[in-house]
């Protein structure tokens, strides 16, 4: 499978805080305004069509000092340029860095993404609302062609299905050491230390893994509505819209998350698909295996960051490679966001699914 092609995005309307570094470049300032320096950028995500733009300024506290600075962009091509203007715009998608100097020192960079046709969210029945979200859980089926048990956990799942068909869980299967396996179930399975297959795991949660699977399938039901019931009366503090668009190869994903009270959130997009075929020790030379984790929009298992403004909501937009996929009408999308518990490990807040060409409401409850 050829690994997923990826633009990560920061949100829209936020300030990078200055670096500790310093340079040889920079504009002559006078030496007499004070504040944070900074780089401030209107947003970091837009349509590369030529109009829609962002604005650039190099702040030090309140002041804007950008005629005093020196700004600079670097481009998809990795070619870097003085940049003078105080508006960007492109028909080129791609990823363009900025970054300023003043008096020497340097601002952290800010990486606008431009996106060819983005897709639209759809409408938030509940625009004013930051709260009292409808909350979902994520159960990762950790498993693999060759664990003589695997199927008793699959057999588990389908009965845990037919008895809750209303059930608020989203099934994801990570394979091990077979075909189904790749870069994206091996980085979940270690960041959970995965040993034991079968095993479930909860909101990327260690604390909510099952480990093994019964024989009886009804009982392994009654076990996993056990921690799915348990996960989800803890609630969430995020909201997820998707807007996707299917290309052929690629994919391109709008994720927008609204929280009240929020500040350090990540996001990640999933590909699955259904009905694969494949022949499975314990099982039959002819297993259709469901809810398969094919790619990943991030490298780490928890997702990337998700920069939310002042109103609580943030939006990153992603263009995926699913070249990879046996039958794209078999696909869809699970997108997730995590949050650190108490420990300071990212687990999953929330999580909702999407078609290839579909959309995604926010949900409450």
């Not at 030496?31 to 604005?55: C, H, Q, R």
């Not at 263009?319 to 699970?334: E, Q, T, Y």
Request: charged share 20%; proline share 3%.
């Amino acid at each position: 499978m050829k690994p997923a092609y990826i633009f990560k995005t920061l949100a829209v309307c936020f300030l990078m805080a200055v670096t500790a570094c310093s340079g040889n470049d920079g504009g002559e300032g006078s030496g007499t305004v004070s504040g944070d320096l900074t780089l401030s950028i209107s947003k970091t995500v837009i349509e590369a069509n030529g109009t829609d733009a962002v604005t650039v300024a190099v702040m030090k506290g309140e002041t804007d000092i950008t005629s005093q600075s020196k700004v600079y962009m670097e481009d998809p091509s990795g070619n870097t340029s003085s940049f003078k203007e105080t508006s960007f715009s492109t028909t080129t998608e791609g990823d363009y860095v900025f970054y300023a100097y003043y008096e020497g020192v340097k601002t952290e960079n800010i990486t606008v993404r431009a996106f060819k046709n983005i897709p639209s969210l759809p409408a938030d029945s509940k625009p004013e609302q930051n709260t009292g979200f409808a909350k979902r859980v994520l159960a990762v089926q950790h498993t693999g062609t060759w664990c003589q048990n695997c199927p008793y956990m699959k057999r588990g799942i389908d009965a845990y299905l037919k008895a809750n068909p209303d059930n608020c869980a989203v099934f994801v299967a990570s394979h091990n050491g077979d075909t189904m396996a790749g870069e994206a179930s091996n980085t979940i399975n270690s960041y959970l230390t995965v040993s034991s297959y079968p095993s479930l795991s909860v909101d990327l949660n260690t604390s909510n893994m099952i480990q093994g699977a019964l024989s009886d399938a009804d009982k392994q039901a009654e076990q996993i509505a056990s921690r799915v019931n348990e996960v989800a009366a803890s609630g969430c503090k995020t909201a997820i819209s998707v807007a996707s668009e299917n290309a052929g190869s690629s994919v391109v994903v709008n994720v927008k998350v609204k929280s009240a009270n929020v500040e350090n959130c990540r996001v990640a997009v999933w590909l699955l698909e259904d009905g694969i075929v494949a022949a499975q020790t314990g099982g039959s030379s002819t297993e259709v295996h469901n809810n398969v984790l094919l790619t990943s929009s991030s490298t780490v298992a928890y997702g990337d960051r998700i920069q939310l403004d002042a109103d609580g909501a943030g939006q990153n937009v992603y263009r995926m490679d699913v070249s990879g996929a046996h039958d794209l009408s078999n696909c869809r999308l699970v997108v997730f966001t995590t949050v650190p518990n108490a420990s300071g490990r990212f687990v999953v807040d929330n999580v909702v699914t999407c078609p290839l060409d579909g959309q995604t409401a926010f949900e409450y409850e």
